[in-house]
Nanobody, 127 residues
Framework: QVQLVESGGGSVQTGGSLRLSCLAT????????VGWFRQTPGKEREGVAA????????YYADSMKGRFIISEDYFKRTVSLRMNSLEPEDTAVYYC????????????????????WGQGTQVTVSS
């Protein structure tokens, strides 16, 4: 099992930035794929970005490319998501999740690939 705790959510105005962090403890390794997802009421959860705890090529959903930056610090077991140029449409609860078993690319395409989830952190962007 991997335990995940998100932090860094809050309220910002349009155009602002936030940095989310996800601390992963428990049964982690450098190959653990950590993904960020987000969900708004009435909508399905969508993938945002992903990266392995030990580094490697990051994955971004198309709508986040150029605005969001995912990074990792293996020694701190932390994956961060820097979100820039935020828009009201980015308002959501953001979750991090861990996939310990993927041998293919680390992506946030399918939430069913991730077996452990954090409780989420609220991000609110006001116009």
């Amino acid at each position: 099992q991997v335990q995940l705790v998100e932090s860094g959510g809050g309220s910002v105005q349009t155009g602002g930035s936030l940095r989310l962090s996800c601390l992963a403890t428990g049964d982690t390794s450098i190959s653990t794929c950590v993904g960020w997802f987000r969900q708004t009421p009435g909508k399905e959860r969508e993938g945002v970005a992903a990266i392995r705890l030990g580094g490697g090529s990051p994955y971004y959903a198309d709508s986040m490319k150029g605005r969001f930056i995912i990074s990792e610090d293996y020694f701190k077991r932390t994956v961060s998501l820097r979100m820039n140029s935020l828009e009201p449409e980015d308002t959501a609860v953001y979750y991090c999740a861990a996939n310990r078993y993927t041998t293919g690319p680390c992506t946030a395409v399918r939430e069913s690939d991730f077996e452990n989830w954090g409780q989420g952190t609220q991000v609110t962007v006001s116009s």
